[in-house]
C-alpha cells in the first residue's frame, strides 16, 4: 500500500459576479511514501486563480507567494488536478486535519460541478490518527501541525512552513514518527460510502438552549467535588462562549460551587462535556466611615 500526503494553500476571494466566495487553491504539495512511510516520489504546482486577480497581502505575508510568481509559474486548476490524480494513482491520501480535503472539495464543486472526489480510493486523516497514536485525542481540541512536531521532537527550522510541498512532508515526518502498519489500515475511510462526504462537510455546532431535546435531564445534573453527594442548582442558566453554566450547593458539605456544560453536536451524535469551578468570593468593599 501507498500513501500520499496533500498539503494546500489556497487564497480566499470573493467573485461578485456569481457571489462566489471560495477558497481558491493556489498551490498543490504533495509526498508518496511506501508502506513504511519512506518518501518515494514528491509534486509541487502552483496554480493560476482564475477568480482571484491578486493574491492577497494576508495570503502572501503566510506563504511568500506573490501574485506574479504564481502567474508567471502557475498553471489552471484543472490541468493541476490532472497531474496530481496521476500522482496519487491508487494510494490511500492524506491531509493534516480536513481543511485541505474540504478546499479542494469546494474547489472540484466550483470547476466540476460535484464536491465529490472520485478519484479517491481511501482517506486518513493524519491529524486524528497521530493524535490518538499520541493518546491526546480531543475532537475540541485539535493539535495543529507545529504543535505536532514540536512534541515529537521534529526540527522545522530548515523547512518553509505554509508551502504546500514542506507542509506534506511536515505531516510525512509526523505520521513516521507514530507510524504503526498494524493499525493503519483501521484508519482508512472509505471514500465511496454514502457518508463519507456528509462527514467530512458536516459542521460541527454546540447546543446553547437547555430545552433542546438532545439535552437530557440526567446530563445537567452535578455533583458535588469534595464528597460526590448530589448538588442543588441555586441559578438559572447562563451562557458564556458556548457553555452553559449555573451555580450548584451541596446539601451534605453546603460547599458551592460552578457546573458548566457543554454539548457540541457532531456528525456522529451530541459530545458532552462537564466539570465543575470554584465561585470565586465577592470582591471585598471599604465600609464607610
Not at 244 to 254: G, H, M
Request: aromatic letters at 12%; glycine letters at 4%.
Amino acid at each position: 500500500m501507498n500513501f500520499v500526503i496533500l498539503d494546500l494553500e489556497w487564497d480566499n476571494t470573493f467573485f461578485n459576479k456569481g457571489k462566489v466566495v471560495l477558497n481558491e487553491i493556489i498551490e498543490f504539495g504533495a509526498v508518496k511514501t511506501d508502506e513504511d512511510f519512506n518518501i518515494i516520489d514528491e509534486f509541487s504546482v502552483l496554480v493560476k486563480p482564475k477568480l482571484g486577480k491578486f493574491i492577497s497581502k494576508r495570503t502572501s505575508r503566510l506563504t511568500h507567494l506573490t501574485t506574479e510568481m504564481i502567474m508567471a509559474e502557475g498553471i489552471p486548476f484543472c490541468e493541476a488536478l490532472s497531474k496530481f490524480k496521476v500522482f496519487l494513482g491508487d494510494a490511500v491520501l492524506l491531509t493534516w486535519s480536513t481543511s485541505d480535503i474540504l478546499t479542494l472539495m469546494d474547489n472540484n464543486k466550483y470547476y466540476y460541478n460535484t464536491n465529490e472526489l472520485n478519484y479517491i480510493k481511501g482517506y486518513i486523516n493524519a491529524q486524528t490518527y497521530c493524535e490518538k497514536m499520541l493518546g491526546c485525542y480531543d475532537p475540541a481540541k485539535q493539535m495543529g501541525l507545529s504543535a505536532a512536531a514540536e512534541k515529537l521532537g521534529i526540527k522545522t527550522e530548515d523547512m518553509e512552513l505554509h508551502r504546500a510541498l514542506d507542509d506534506s512532508i511536515l505531516t510525512q515526518q509526523c505520521v513516521k514518527k507514530v507510524y504503526d502498519r498494524a493499525n493503519i489500515q483501521d484508519f482508512v475511510e472509505d471514500s465511496s460510502n454514502p457518508d463519507f462526504y456528509r462527514r467530512l462537510a458536516f459542521k460541527p455546532f454546540y447546543i446553547t438552549n437547555t430545552h433542546n431535546p438532545e439535552i437530557r435531564n440526567s446530563d445537567m445534573s452535578f455533583s458535588c467535588p469534595e464528597c460526590e453527594s448530589k448538588a442543588k442548582k441555586k441559578s438559572k442558566w447562563e451562557v458564556k462562549n458556548n457553555h452553559i453554566r449555573a451555580s450548584f450547593k451541596c446539601p451534605q458539605c453546603n460547599k458551592m460551587f460552578y457546573g458548566i456544560m457543554q454539548f457540541k453536536v457532531t456528525f456522529d451524535g451530541v459530545v458532552i462535556k462537564k466539570r465543575t469551578t470554584e465561585i470565586p468570593p465577592p470582591n471585598p468593599t471599604n465600609d464607610e466611615e
